[in-house]
Every structure is written in C-alpha cells, then in structure tokens.
C-alpha cells in the first residue's frame, strides 16, 4: 500500500513533534479523523499527562482528548526512537528569537536531526513551526537527503503554516483553512491529501514551500503593521483629546477599505512580535532592510512605557507618586479570556511599575499563578478589599469573562483600562465611570 493509500485509507500511523499550543490541537484533530497518532515531546510532564488523557491546552476539549487516548488513538513518548514507527511527521517545535531578535532555530534543526536518523522509504514530514522562507529546503532538506532517499520519490517533504489562535471560538484547527507547499509536486500532494482528511476546510497548494512560508509571516506582518498604527493613533489621540475607541468603531462602518485593528499595553503571543522578524533576518540576505517591520516593532515595543507613563501621569493629577503606590495589574495573558503568558506585555508593565517602585499586585483569573523573577507566585483574587487597598488598577488583558468589572468600579479609586473592557462589559460609556481612564 502506498503512503497516499494509507493516508486515504487512514492507515497511516501520524507522528506529531512538539505538543504545545500548536502539536496537541494537531495530534486531536488527526486522530478524530481516524489516525493512530503518535505524540513526541522533550518535557516528560506533558508526555504524562498526555498518556493519562489530561488536557493542557484550552483551545483542546478534555472530553475528547480522554477518549481518544482511551480508544489508543493518541499516544505520547518522549522516545524518539519510535519515530520508525510513523508514516507521516508533523514538526510543531518552537522557533523563538534570541535577545538580539535573531531566529533561532535550535528546536527545528534538533528536531530534523532526529527525523533523519529514522527516515524511511515512503515518509512525509511536514514542517509546520513558523520561520522564514528557505528553512524546509535550506535546513530540513539536506538533513533528509544526507540518508541517500530522493525527495518526492523515496520520502515527501512540505511546508504548512500553522493557523492556530488561542481563544478563538470560531475558527479552530478543524475549520481553518490550510496552506501547503512541497518540495516536489508529489510532496504537495501527499501532504494536501493528509490535510483534506484531517480538516474540514480549504487546503490551498502554493508551488513551493517558500511561498507557504512566506503567506505565514505576511499574514503576522500585516497584523503587526496594524497593530502598531493603531497603538500609534492611541498616543496621537490622548495628544489630541480624541477618543480613538469611538474613532474606530466609526471607521469601521465603512463595509470596505477599512478592518479595525485596536491599540493596547503592546503585542504578544508567539506569532505577531516574533514572525515578522524572521523576514528582517532572511531580508539582510539578498541586501534589503524591512524598515516598515522594524519601525512597527518599536512602536509596539514602547507600549508598555506608554502605559506606566500614562499611569503616572494620572497618579500626578491625584497628588501621587507612582513610587510607593499600590497598583493592581488586572490581566496578564497577552490576549483575552485565555491563559497564554507567552511575550505577554502585561508583564512588561509589570517590570516597568516594580523598576519605577511600585508594589504590584498580579490578577489574572485565567492564570492562578506566574514565573517572576525565578519564582512561582501565586496571582490574587479581585476582592473589595483589594480594591480599596490600592491606589490603581491597570486592565492590561482583554478579558470578557471571570472579571467582576461591576466590583472593579464599584471599589477602585482609579482605573486605566488599556484594553477598553471596563464601560462595554458594564455596557456604560467611559464618560460615565469618573475614575476610568483609557489609553
């Protein structure tokens, strides 16, 4: 049988590399379409938890990740070894900055090396962590083909960007559309037939895995772009006495030309602050600077001082010092009712408010406790009494749900609501809360 028979057949045993935010919703949606899935990973906790049916990732249902491993469709080891056991391999590993807003690309290359060492005849791999155009060929592909196989004849090579955002209760793995690129034609090929049986959505074939590559970090540079405009037009505003947020939502019933984008403390996540940069380091080689990119990272980047400065500022005008103030930071998941601290810019605010000698109280009802400063600390819960106690409340996340906001402006003497959660939840204009201040 060949490995597109097994794929149609769903007789293909799947292995998943990396089972983080990106490989466990992968690995579920495989074996709910009827796959043996096979799950890998470095850290043994998850491998555990995996095996035992418990689930780590929100935008995964516990339910169905119990059965599945019930049924010994999903399995997990930390057992590279048994990489010989698979027809088909999914890389979902991390591909982080370094301090200097360089790729790295430890976890893709690792990750390779250990394909490499079991490939086998009739093989597809499928690169699906975010990275610049040329990594599956300029990278992976020399590792495959260093064992003698033949691309596209003895084993299939493709490119497929992951889609996935945390939180969204629309489009999830299942229906999000996919972009494939092979190295071959054939390559594209067998990796589109595996996706068309996992998905209920789209599977569109670009002519290499360059142009899926590159559709990945056009589609996060475009969000950074905006991103920073609209964190550009929150500072012109404040300037100006305009209220951006009724601003927006004006612009945004014209029904075409225009998709709003709002301002916040910054961006986070993996993809919108670390994609775009991996273009600025694959520019520098054919000799061009992405100024649009890195002009949009500093602007974002400033976020967070913009928001201390404008809590300062708002503690001025109450005859206060920040330092020596008691500040609630309400919210530290980089995005709303999720608990994904990854490149959050809450806690840059929170580093800016202790280095400024603040004393801060972290809450975050999505994440009951945080790494700070080496430690393991215990977030707190939103209480009358804390609320009374503090000089400020800083809303750094956009959380819709498990925030008593009616409680929060019942007790706070001052509030600055950087997500513009606070007056909606309370469906109230801004104007009407005295001690609500916006970006």
Known sequence: MT???KIKERQARVGVLGLGYVGLPLAVEKAKAGFRVLGFDIQKDKVARVNRGENYIGDVVDEELTRLVASGHIEASTDFDRLRECDVVAICVPTPLDRYKQPDLSYVTNSGKEVAARLHPGMLVVLESTTYPGTTEEVLLPLFQA????VGQDFHLAFSPERVDPGNIRFKTKNTPKVVGGCTPACAEVARALYEAVLEAEVFVVSSPREAEMAKILENTFRIVNCALANEMAVVCRKLGINLWEVIAAAATKPFGFMPFYPGPGVGGHCIP????????KAREVDYHTRLIELAGEIND???????SRLQDLLNDQSKALKGSHIVLLGLAYKGDIDDLR????????EL???KGARVTPVDPYCPSVRWNGETRATAELSADLLRGADAVVVASGHRHRVD????VEHARLILDAKNV???ALKKSPADIAQLALL
């Open 3 to 5: 490995l597109l028979e």
């Open 147 to 150: 064992s003698g196989l033949k």
């Open 274 to 281: 670390i994609d775009p940069f991996y273009l600025t380091y």
């Open 302 to 308: 400033a976020m967070p001082e913009y928001v201390v």
């Open 343 to 350: 490149e959050s810019p809450a806690l840059k605010v929170w």
């Open 353 to 355: 408010l202790e280095h």
């Open 405 to 408: 906001y009616a409680l929060l």
């Open 422 to 424: 606070v007056a909606p």
